[in-house]
């Protein structure tokens, strides 16, 4: 749940970076090709990840965490075709949803508080990988922490770079994840932003306003760009989502990690209304994908989650 309004949105496209491809190199700037992330082993070494659930949880992380996706190879431009000549021809809304869709405008307000890392975990991992590539650290032993959720001693103010987590929820995520190494701001709504300025009053939060409305008119970075703008599973409770998306563009982050569920894999009516009633509408991922593109983001790449079938982000 965030708040929405913002202004100022730059011109252009904004690139949204998925996990491992930043669009600018071959095999990805991750050292990666064909899919494949390099895993930090307990000796410091490196082994190519695959899309094996079992090989992931038995062989590379002991804590049972997951940084693989499933990725499209290709856009499937015809069916991406389609749906813009549906669109275009006016048998699609503006949210690139069929006319015939019926979404859900008195969505009740959803509060989070209490998930820890239980979904969209693949996404704020991805959002830390990206990070390290953005802005890169001598210190490996502090990586490796991270990246088992290990609280990182020491002086908070050498933390670096920049990232920003748009309907933060409970925090968790980004506090596991990001904050360790990372200099984060998260913003949330009433009752969460009380409940993460108690559980976390080290952190940096923002209140974005009233639930599934409104976002901050203005924000002040002090001048800093973000690296990076997270904004897992929020869209979907956004009665009016080009109001969030004009904020999201107004940051004017380096890069986007934007997640939705997927409409094909939750239980719910295809053609709507939502089966959870915290939702507003949901997407398919093409569908999802040229919505943003409409809005003007650049989608570089676009993912299922592994963890959680139901994931899907670009």
């Given amino acids: 749940s965030i708040g929405g309004g913002g202004n100022g949105a730059p011109h252009g496209k904004a690139l949204i970076l998925v996990a491992f491809v930043i669009g600018y190199t071959v095999n990805g700037i991750f050292g ?28 590379l992380q ?19 075709e389609e749906i813009r000549r549906e669109q275009e021809s006016g048998e699609r809304d503006k949210f690139y949803l069929p006319k015939s869709y019926k979404a859900r405008l008195d969505n009740d307000h959803y509060v989070d508080t209490s998930n820890t890392d239980g979904y969209q975990k693949e996404v704020y991992m991805a959002a830390m ?13 502090n990586n490796n922490k ?6 990182i ?57 009233t639930p599934e409305e409104s976002l901050p008119e203005s924000w002040n970075s002090d001048g800093k760009k973000p690296d990076i703008c997270i ?38 009516a295809f053609w709507g209304p939502p089966g959870n009633r915290h939702h507003v509408r949901e997407w398919t991922l093409h569908e999802f994908k040229l919505y943003l593109e409409s809005q003007g983001f650049h989608v570089i790449k676009s993912f299922d989650g592994i963890q959680h079938a139901s994931t899907q982000f670009a």
């Fill in 146 to 151: 991270a990246e088992h959720g290990e609280q």
């Fill in 129 to 141: 990988l990206l990070a390290r590539r953005l802005v890169p650290s001598s210190d490996n032993n």
């Fill in 32 to 59: 990666v090709s064909k899919g494949g992330i390099p895993f930090q082993l307990q000796d410091g070494g490196t082994k190519a990840a695959t899309t094996n659930i079992d090989e992931i949880v038995n062989g």
């Fill in 153 to 209: 001693q020491g002086n908070r103010g050498n933390r670096r770079g920049f990232v920003l987590d748009i309907g933060t929820g409970s925090g968790y995520k980004l506090v596991k994840f990001l904050s360790p190494e990372f200099k984060t701001v998260g913003f949330e709504t009433e009752p969460a932003i009380s409940f993460l300025r108690q559980k976390y009053p080290n952190e940096t939060w923002v209140d974005s306003g």
């Fill in 231 to 268: 904004c897992s599973d929020v869209i979907e409770h956004i009665r009016n989502p080009d109001d969030l998306l004009r904020f999201l563009l107004s940051l004017q982050c380096r890069s986007y990690i934007i997640s939705t569920p997927k409409r094909d894999v939750l239980r719910s």
């Fill in 62 to 80: 002991q804590s049972g965490d997951l940084f693989a996706f499933t990725h499209y190879e290709k856009d499937e431009e015809e069916l991406m």
